[in-house]
């Protein structure tokens, strides 16, 4: 279950640092860290730079993407920014404009 | 929601899909910054800005919010609060809350082992006996604890 959960109708304009999952179905702007896994779903707006322990985005995310494990971009995603994690996934259907890297 | 497309990787797990309008700030969660928007929310973590919803907010035990104005719909407060509360439903302070600031809202309830400092201001029909013909404006200054 996740612990954070951003509804589809809230706005976070600011700085959210937490050391459980977060799922975003709302907007995000600012900055997200998490220790757990994030998940950024289909009509999520996140403007932030993300770091977490894994990433899947279903969503629109602008900004500069860390994970610890993964990061999996999945069909509808629209990403526009930088991803590095060891392991990277972009489903057919994603858009993506940016470097990964997994040198991590 | 459409519900995320399980995929064969070890890492994504089935989770939990939110329902429209439905939101928690979880319990180690910090966020500096504005929350604003519908639907309901609750915060169990920390939260340092101003919170606006057109739902009903819940600050649960153990959570600690700090801001200039926090409006909402119906307010529930277990954990602590400091600012200013706008709230165009019923306010209720639980027993363990902490609150510092002035509060508005349809109707304040404060309960047993709630802690509270400031100003209440709430509109309520005093009734006839008290000379109460229509909608008063009442206002009250509690300090102090209870």
């Known amino acids: 279950m996740a612990s954070t959960v951003i509804g589809a109708g809230i706005t976070i304009e600011g700085e959210i640092a937490t050391d459980e999952d977060v799922v975003v179905a709302g907007t995000v702007r600012g900055k997200l860290s998490a220790k757990e896994a994030v998940t950024i779903e289909h009509g999520a707006t996140v403007e932030a730079d993300v770091t ?10 602008t900004g500069n993407v860390t994970a610890v494990e993964r990061v999996d971009l999945q069909s509808g995603a629209r ?3 930088n991803v590095k994690a060891a392991r990277v996934t ?10 990964v890297d997994m040198d991590v | ?16 899909t939110t329902r429209d309008g439905e939101a928690r700030i979880g319990s180690s969660a910090r966020i500096r910054g504005r929350i604003h928007g519908e639907g309901n929310l609750v915060i169990e973590g920390h939260v340092h800005g101003d919170v606006t919803v057109r739902g009903d907010l819940t600050i649960a035990e153990g959570a600690s919010v700090s801001s200039q104005v926090v409006e909402a719909h119906a307010l529930t407060i277990a954990g ?6 706008n709230a165009s439903g019923p306010v209720t302070l639980a027993a363990g809350a902490r609150v510092r ?6 109707a304040v309830a404060i309960d047993e082992g709630a802690r509270f400092s400031g100003r209440l201001e709430c509109e309520f029909d005093l009734p006839p006996e008290l000379g109460g013909a229509s909608r008063t404006e009442g206002r009250a200054r509690a300090a102090g604890r209870r």
């Open chain 1, 52 to 61: 977490g322990g894994s990433l899947v985005v279903a969503g629109s995310l």
């Open chain 1, 90 to 99: 972009i489903a057919d259907g994603a858009q993506f404009k940016g470097n």
């Open chain 1, 79 to 81: 990403v526009i920014g």
């Open chain 2, 80 to 85: 602590e609060l400091e600012g200013e509360v």
């Open chain 2, 1 to 16: 929601m459409p519900v995320l497309a399980s995929r064969a990787t070890p890492m994504a797990q089935p989770r939990t």
């Open chain 2, 101 to 106: 600031g002035n509060l508005r809202g349809s």
